[in-house]
């Protein structure tokens, strides 16, 4: 009767990525939630502050047994972000947590003017980023919050891969001078091949290759690992693949490194085309004089289309077929 | 009692298939749809003058959804009314559909688009002001939730329209006492209402929020001239099926098999008792 839940891969990539040797792990959201509780269990001066967000944001269990140490705010996005920078300017280390959506349209003069220009270092955390709402539609979706805090002086803006780089996301964000934007989907996720350790502003490289690169961020990563690993085996084609978990500050070196050596380059996200990671490595490229043959995976600038985050995602070609289509059509151009 | 019973009959069905609506889409606001659906059933059947033939006319009522999150019972009321035909909710929710999970105006019948709490209010106060600016006769009804209220937006709103003398303005506050996290008063409370409305310059009047007689009575005519009006509906969240009423966590509950079909047996048991008793 109610529509199975689709999955995220085909069954062809879940084929791939066991090939690969990945294994399912839990939504970077019960990660992120686990890691921010044993910070609270260590450091009284941890608060998380909440929009009638404690369970979305998996909080249940911290206000439980943390009860001094969660402040909420009810449904006021703006109250939220205001108060976490007054919390951060009296030295408490402050996680607001709300869906990424509100965060980052509702409160946005808030995080402008009291969080990064202020310079109070409150950890943003959206959760259910990207179109991980799937079908509640546009009101709930966040495509634009790359965009909008890009155009922000002062904020660092983390979307972690896999449970791996959440966990030392929400590390590094507790102990940061500065104010940082995190954000996480609510959707099982395969963790990625380990590669080194996790530094803001550093791309992991989950893949060599020199024929092609995805410069991937967020939940897409996985897609384009799986896309890159077909590639190769369809095309051989040998594809880079980074996972950059922070948009900014942007590794720049590995991005202008991929973009010498590789004759293509793909970027992916789960946002808009515009203002995001995508235009980011476009204006390093083009402003270091590189041509090369370029292209944005992301969500188009249209009306989203209705569906759950995997139709959506399947809709738009943010998918290992999806994305091995689109560098084939690039390099064959 | 005649014109009760005949609403009471039209609440009970719309339970039915907003549950199913739920139930298929597999996603859903249950327990605010249940406790708002007698407003819209006395919005749409008694007091707004609008019809899909009017609906472009610029002097209809206006009706906008600030808790959008309740879309299934505004759904399903706009296909009663023949806004659209009720084989569309089919596809609520599907890949492609027009009928996203909040109201969208890709659905005919739907003002305003809406789903972020807090937007009802102003856009309803830009709509009243330019019914006064154009001494048009419509008047504007916006629906908000209790816990919605802590949205600063609505205060504004609120001073505005009391400004403006808005007197062509209702709103109407779902007051069920939950929210997601639990007891609105526990989160962040909202009350006292009546003293909150009334010092920003609105004409309040509280009722039970089931009880159509009151709700007619406070929606009919504005409550007070040269002010906006807000009725606090004191509702149950989840009303009408007894395993949801008063409980949080059917905020967004999907009934499981076994649930739905109790409910739907709850609904035919109170439809057949009434349908029993002669008019
Ligand atoms: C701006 C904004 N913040 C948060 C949400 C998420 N949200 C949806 S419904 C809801 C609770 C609403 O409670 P209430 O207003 O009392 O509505 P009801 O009880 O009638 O469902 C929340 C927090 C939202 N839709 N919009
Ligand atoms: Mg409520």
Redesign the pocket.
Known sequence: MSAPAPSMHSAAAKTRAEKLGLRLERANLDEFADTLLALARTDANVVAVT??SRGSGKLGPFGQQHPKQIVEMG?A?QNLVGVAAGLASAGKIVFAVS?AC?LTA?ALEQIKNDVAYSDNPVVLVGISAGVSYGALGSTHHSLHDFAVLRAIHNVAIVAPADNFETREAVRLAAVAETPVYLRFGKAPLYRLPSAGTFELGRARLLRPGSDAAFVATGETVIHALLAADFLKERNGIECRVLSVPSIRPLDTGAVLDAARTCRALVTVEEHSVHGGLGEACAALIAEAGLARRFGIAGLPDEDTVTGSQAEIFRHYGLTMEGLAEKMTGLMSR | MREERELILKSLRYRKELLRVIKNAGAG?T??DL??IDILNVLYNRILRVSPKTFSDPNRDRYVQS?G??VEALYVVLADRGFFPAEELETVCRHGSAFVGHPTRKVPGVEQNT????HGLPLCTGMAIAGKLDGAPYRVFTLL????LA?GSNWEAAMAAAHYGLDNLTAIV?C?T???SGH?ADVMNSEPLEAKWASFGWAVRRVPGHDFGALIGALEHPLEKGKPSVVVANTT?GKGISFMENVAKW?HGVPNDDEYARAIAELDAAISALEGVPA
């Open positions: 929009s009638d449904i996005e869906p509100f509702r | 606001h327990g605010g406790s708002c808790k999150h309740c789903g972020a709490l807090g939730g209790d816990g919605e949205e779902d069920n939950l929210q997601i609105t969240k905020h």
